[in-house]
Nanobody, 115 residues
Framework: QVQLVESGGGLVQAGGSLRLSCETS????????MAWYRQASGKQRELVAS???????DYADSVKGRFTISRDNSKRTVYLQMNSLKPEDTAVYYC?????????WGQGTQVTVSS
């Protein structure tokens, strides 16, 4: 079964930065568009950023200019660099493929931004 393992979350003050990592066991990772999602307490999971197999990226308006998604195909890993963090970025962050249906979700990594 494919595994998605997110890491890098933590507690940070507003304005700070974090870098999230998602290690995958996807065998054909190089041809899979990937994405980061987040779910705040009491809210639905939302798409934060995505990256195509060719490296093109797209972002939710709320994070545009602050977050950067990247991928390392040799490591089958996706990253999310988060700068200028805001309290409203507080959520559990997950990675998954951009296609539907999603792969089984990992445990996610908690990001908490204090004001």
């Amino acid at each position: 079964q494919v595994q998605l393992v997110e890491s890098g979350g933590g507690l940070v003050q507003a304005g700070g930065s974090l870098r999230l990592s998602c290690e995958t066991s996807i065998s054909l990772f190089t041809i899979v568009p990937m994405a980061w999602y987040r779910q705040a307490s009491g809210k639905q999971r939302e798409l934060v950023a995505s990256i195509t197999t060719g490296g093109s990226t797209d972002y939710a308006d709320s994070v545009k200019g602050r977050f950067t998604i990247s991928r390392d195909n040799s490591k089958r890993t996706v990253y999310l660099q988060m700068n200028s963090l805001k309290p409203e970025d507080t959520a559990v962050y997950y990675c998954n493929r951009r296609n539907t249906p999603p792969l089984p979700w990992g445990q996610g990594t908690q990001v908490t931004v204090s004001s």
